[in-house]
C-alpha cells in the first residue's frame, strides 16, 4: 500500500514539474540585468578595477550583450567563478552566460549539454618557468613540480603530454588563480601551466615580469569562447551574433569612433544591415534594428576590445597572432550579416 | 442461572478516527506519514524531470572510463589512464589517511591539554586555556589555509638547498629535508625484499601486499605472545611460591631478538631523500597540503577533545580521590584504576562526535589542494565528466558510510567501559 502511494506521488510530482527551460530573453529583460559568469579574477580577462567596476576581454563580452539585449552596457551582474564551479552555475540558471575563458570542447558541447557559441580567443596552454631554472623547453621539466588550476582542460592536456614524452611530474592543484600564483612565486612549485593568454596576464601582475619566461611549447589547442545553456537557441543566437557582430565590425571597418557616423547610412550594404539601417536582423533575433549598434558602442569592435585589454600596448602585451581577422592572415571569420 | 454476555459491540464509525482516543494517535501518525512520502516523492520525482528535461539521466557509466588527470599523493599505484572508480579509492584512502592521522594526533594532544588544563600550576593552566580558546572559537577552515600559507611562505624552496653555500640544509644528519613542498624523510627498504602479492589484477580495486611488511608483522605479533606468555608464567609462580621471577630481559628478547634477526635478513636500511634535479627524490614526501590539513585538524579537535576530558575529570567525586588516598593509592594509580576508568564513560560518547566532526572537516581538503575524495570523486572526476549528482550521492554515501563505522566501533568501546550498574 506504501508503495502504491509513494508511486502516486511520483506520478504526481513529475506533472508538476516539466515547464523548466523557459526563454532566457525574457527572464533577461524581466530583470533588467544580464547575469554574467567570469573568472574570480584574471587581469586583462575579467578582473574588478580600482572602483570595482570589472572590466576585461571576456567582460567586453558580457557587457555587448547587455548592450544589446537591455541596451544598457553596465546592466550586468558579474558572477565569479572557478574551475570548478562554472559549469555548474550555467547549468542550474545562476548565470545566463558564461565568459570565462572557457575552452571549447566536445565533451563539454555535447555531454555537459552546452552551446558554445563561438571563440573569442583562439589559445593554447604553455608553461611559465622562473629565468633562473635554466629551462628552455617543457620537456625538460623532468621532476618538476607543476601549479595546475583543478576542473581544467589543462590539467588533462598536463596529464597527456607528461604521458606522451615519458617524463614524471608533480601536479599541485590549485582552485583559482591567485593561489596559483602565490604558490608559483614562493617556490612551492616550479612550473605554472594554463592557457599561453592566461600565464601572460599572471606574469603582467608579477613585480619583476622578466624573471620569468614563457616556455616555447604550446602543448593544446584552446579555443576559448562564451557558452549557454543547451536547448535555448533564441538565446544562443543572441549571444553568438553579438560576439560575430563585434568582430564584423573590425572586418568592415566600423569602430566606436566612427559608428555614430556610419550609423547615418553607407554605400555599404552589410555594414547597413550590421547597424540597422537596412534589413530586418534585429528584428529576427527578437531585438530592435539598433542592437548590433549599441554592442559595438559598448567598448568598441572586436580589434578594440583586445587591444585595450590585453593588446601589446598593456601590460599583458600579447599580440594578435591566431586572433587576427582572416583577411590579416587570422583566424577570426565571421559569417556574413545577411 | 445468569450467563455472561459480551457487552455489545460497537460498530466502527469513520468519526472514531479523529474523536476516539484508541485510534487517533494512529490516524494522525499515517496522516504524517503520507505527508511524509508525498514531500519525498515530489522531491524525488522534480529532480528527475529536471535533469531528463536538461537530457542528463542519471548513470554510472562514468566510473569505468579513463579519469585522464594525475594525483600526486597516491597510497595505491595509479595514473592518469586508470578509471574514475580507481581515482575515486585513491581520493577515499587520502580521506581515511588524513582522518586517522587527525584522530590520533588529536586525541593524544587533546588529552595532554585536558589534564595540563586542571593543573595546578597558574601559568601552564593559563596557557592551555588561551590554547583551547583561540583554537575552537576560529573556524576550522582558516587554521587550514593559514597553516598551508605558513608553510608555503616561511620554508625554504627546494632549490635553497643547491649550490656551494645553500641557503637551507638538511635536518638530523642529512636525513630530513624540510622544503615548502612538504617534508621528505627516510624511508625503509629492503635489499633482499620477498617481493610483493599483487591482488585483483586490474580491477579498481587492485592493490600489492608487501611480503616484508606481513613477515614483520607476523614476527612482531609472535614475540608479543611469546612475551604474554612468559607473564602469565611469572604471574603463575607467584601465586604458587610467592616469588616473581625476573623476566623483564626475557620479554624484551623475544621481541626484539626475532624481529632484529628478520630484519638483518631482509637487508633492512633507510633511503634517505636527495636532491636530485627541480625536487628531493627518494625517502617519503609528506607533502605540504597533507601536513596543513593534518596539523590544522589536530590542533582544532584537540581543544575540543581537551574539553571532553576536562569535564571528563572534573565530573568524577573529590571524595574519589579522597576515599582512594584513605585506602593508600599513590596518586597515579588513583588516577588509572579509579579516576580514569569513571571519567571514560563521561569522555567516550563525545569524543566519538568529535571524531566524526574531524572525519568530515577533511573534506575542507580542497582548500589547500589535497587530493582526497572530495577533491577527486567529487571534484575533479564530477567537473571532467559533468555527473554532479552521481558523484555527490556517491560521495555523501562514502561519508556516511565511514561516519557510521566510527560510531560502530567507538560504540562498542563504549560499552565495554562504560559503568555496569545494578
Given at each position: 500500500m506504501k508503495k502504491s502511494v509513494f508511486l502516486g506521488a511520483l506520478t504526481l510530482a513529475s506533472m508538476g514539474a516539466g515547464v523548466a527551460a523557459a526563454a532566457t530573453l525574457d527572464d533577461v529583460k524581466a530583470r533588467g540585468k544580464l547575469n554574467c559568469g567570469v573568472t574570480t579574477g584574471l587581469v586583462g580577462f575579467a578582473a574588478p578595477d580600482a572602483n570595482g567596476v570589472w572590466e576585461g576581454f571576456d567582460v567586453a563580452v558580457c557587457r555587448a550583450v547587455a548592450a544589446a539585449?537591455?541596451?544598457?552596457?553596465?546592466?550586468v551582474e558579474f558572477v565569479p567563478t572557478t574551475g570548478k564551479t562554472r559549469f555548474t552555475a550555467l547549468a542550474s540558471g545562476e548565470i545566463d552566460m558564461l565568459a570565462r575563458n572557457t575552452t571549447w570542447t566536445f565533451s563539454r558541447d555535447v555531454d555537459l549539454k552546452?552551446?558554445?557559441?563561438?571563440?573569442n580567443y583562439y589559445d593554447g596552454q604553455g608553461f611559465m618557468v622562473p629565468k633562473?631554472?635554466?629551462?628552455?623547453?617543457?620537456?625538460?621539466?623532468?621532476g618538476a613540480t607543476v601549479c595546475i588550476q583543478t576542473g581544467t582542460t589543462t590539467e588533462l592536456n598536463l596529464a597527456d603530454f607528461f604521458r606522451a614524452n615519458n617524463i614524471s611530474y608533480e601536479p599541485v592543484p590549485i582552485e583559482t588563480n591567485a593561489e596559483a600564483q602565490q604558490q608559483y612565486l614562493a617556490g612551492a612549485c616550479d612550473v605554472y601551466t594554463t592557457d599561453a593568454s592566461g600565464l601572460a596576464a599572471t606574469r603582467a601582475t608579477f613585480e619583476d615580469p622578466s624573471a620569468h619566461v614563457l616556455l616555447p611549447e604550446i602543448i593544446s589547442k584552446e579555443p576559448l569562447g562564451p557558452l549557454v545553456r543547451h536547448g535555448d537557441n533564441e538565446w544562443g543566437d543572441i549571444v553568438r551574433w553579438t560576439l560575430n557582430a563585434l568582430i564584423s565590425a573590425e572586418e568592415l571597418g566600423v569602430t566606436s569612433a566612427n559608428i555614430g557616423e556610419l550609423s547615418a547610412g553607407t554605400n555599404n550594404p552589410e555594414v547597413n544591415r550590421l547597424l540597422g539601417t537596412e534589413g530586418n536582423l534585429g528584428e529576427m533575433l527578437g531585438?530592435?534594428?539598433e542592437w548590433a549598434k549599441r554592442a559595438i558602442m559598448a567598448g568598441g569592435n572586436y580589434g578594440e576590445v583586445f587591444e585595450k585589454n590585453i593588446?601589446?600596448?598593456?601590460?599583458?602585451?600579447?599580440?594578435?597572432?591566431?586572433?587576427?581577422?582572416w583577411t590579416d592572415g587570422g583566424l577570426l571569420y565571421s559569417p556574413p550579416f545577411r | 442461572m445468569t450467563t455472561l454476555t459480551d457487552p455489545p459491540r460497537e460498530s466502527f464509525k469513520l468519526s472514531m478516527l479523529i474523536y476516539d482516543t484508541r485510534y487517533r494517535s494512529l490516524t494522525i501518525q499515517i496522516v504524517a506519514l503520507i505527508g511524509f512520502l508525498l514531500l519525498i516523492g515530489w522531491l524525488i520525482g522534480n529532480t528527475a524531470q529536471n535533469l531528463a528535461d536538461l537530457g542528463k539521466e542519471p548513470s554510472f557509466g562514468f566510473l569505468a572510463e579513463p579519469a585522464g588527470y594525475d594525483i600526486n599523493q597516491r597510497l595505491l599505484d595509479y595514473n592518469s589512464q586508470d578509471s574514475h572508480l580507481r581515482a575515486g579509492l585513491i581520493g577515499l584512502l587520502n580521506t581515511l589517511l588524513v582522518a586517522v592521522l587527525g584522530c590520533i594526533t588529536a586525541t593524544v594532544l587533546g588529552v595532554v591539554i585536558g589534564v595540563l588544563r586542571l593543573s595546578k600550576n597558574w601559568l601552564v593552566a593559563r596557557l592551555m586555556t588561551i590554547y583551547v580558546e583561540m583554537f575552537r572559537n576560529v573556524p576550522v577552515l582558516l587554521w587550514i589555509v593559514f597553516t598551508m600559507a605558513i608553510l608555503i611562505e616561511t620554508l625554504p624552496a627546494p632549490?635553497?638547498?643547491?649550490?656551494?653555500?645553500?641557503e637551507a640544509s638538511m635536518m638530523l644528519s642529512d636525513s630530513v629535508a624540510v622544503t615548502n613542498r612538504g617534508v621528505y624523510i627516510p624511508e625503509p627498504l629492503f635489499s633482499n625484499s620477498l617481493g610483493n602479492v599483487h591482488l585483483f589484477g586490474e580491477s579498481a580495486i587492485r592493490f600489492d601486499v608487501s611480503l616484508d611488511l606481513i613477515a614483520f608483522l607476523a614476527v612482531l605479533m609472535a614475540g608479543f605472545w611469546v612475551s604474554a606468555w612468559i607473564k602469565r608464567r611469572a604471574d603463575r609462580i607467584q601465586e604458587e611460591t610467592g616469588d616473581r621471577p625476573t623476566t623483564w630481559w626475557q620479554r624484551i628478547a623475544v621481541v626484539v631478538v626475532p624481529t632484529g634477526i628478520l630484519l638483518t635478513v631482509l637487508g633492512f636500511h633507510l633511503g634517505y631523500p636527495e636532491l636530485k634535479g627541480f625536487n628531493f627524490s627518494g625517502g617519503i614526501h609528506l607533502r605540504n597540503s597533507l601536513i596543513a590539513l593534518w596539523l590544522a585538524l589536530s590542533l582544532y579537535t584537540a581543544a575540543f577533545i581537551a574539553e571532553i576530558v576536562r569535564a571528563g575529570i572534573m565530573a568524577i567525586n573529590k571524595g574519589q580521590t579522597e576515599a582512594a588516598s584513605a585506602l593508600g593509592l599513590s596518586p597515579r594509580r588513583t588516577m588509572s584504576l579509579v579516576i580514569l576508568p569513571q571519567a571514560l564513560r563521561v569522555i567516550i560518547p563525545p569524543l566519538i562526535s568529535n571524531y566524526l566532526n574531524l572525519t568530515k572537516n577533511s573534506s575542507l581538503a580542497i582548500a589547500v589542494g589535497y587530493m582526497d575524495l572530495t577533491g577527486t570523486l567529487m571534484g575533479i572526476t564530477l567537473n571532467q565528466t559533468g555527473r554532479e549528482l552521481e558523484t555527490v550521492l556517491m560521495g555523501m554515501l562514502v561519508y556516511l558510510t565511514i561516519s557510521l563505522s566510527i560510531s560502530a566501533v567507538m560504540n562498542w568501546y563504549n560499552n565495554r567501559v562504560k559503568l555496569v550498574e545494578r
Open positions: 539585449v537591455l541596451g544598457d552596457p553596465m546592466a552546452f552551446d558554445f557559441v563561438g571563440v633562473e631554472l635554466g629551462v628552455s623547453s617543457a620537456k625538460e621539466l623532468d531585438l530592435d534594428a593588446g601589446e600596448a598593456t601590460p599583458i602585451g600579447l599580440a594578435r597572432g591566431l586572433n587576427a581577422q | 632549490r635553497a638547498f643547491r649550490g656551494e653555500n645553500p
